[in-house]
């Protein structure tokens, strides 16, 4: 755990990350300026998801996680930007 208690939501000892824009869990590295970082997509229910934001807040790499709501939106999201 990184005590980056900024970025979950906490409900009844559930965490969950804190997406403000609805969409992407930002790490400290960037939360000041959400344009310096990099979005990082994965899908299904957010494969290794936890081990990647502990990665992304102890090293301060500015990558901004999203989960893709399906393989199509996966597939598809990083030819459309």
């Avoid at 824009?21 to 310096?36: E, H, V």
């Amino acid at each position: 755990f990184t005590g980056d208690m900024d970025g979950v939501v906490n409900n009844s000892d559930v965490y969950s990350g804190r997406c403000d824009d609805g969409y992407f869990w930002l790490p400290p590295s960037c939360r000041a300026n959400a344009t310096r970082c990099v979005p990082w997509l994965t899908g299904g229910t957010g494969w290794d998801l936890e081990q990647f934001m502990q990665k992304f807040t102890i090293l301060n790499m500015p990558l901004a996680i999203g989960i893709a709501a399906s393989w199509t939106d996966y597939a598809q999201l990083p030819l459309s930007v």
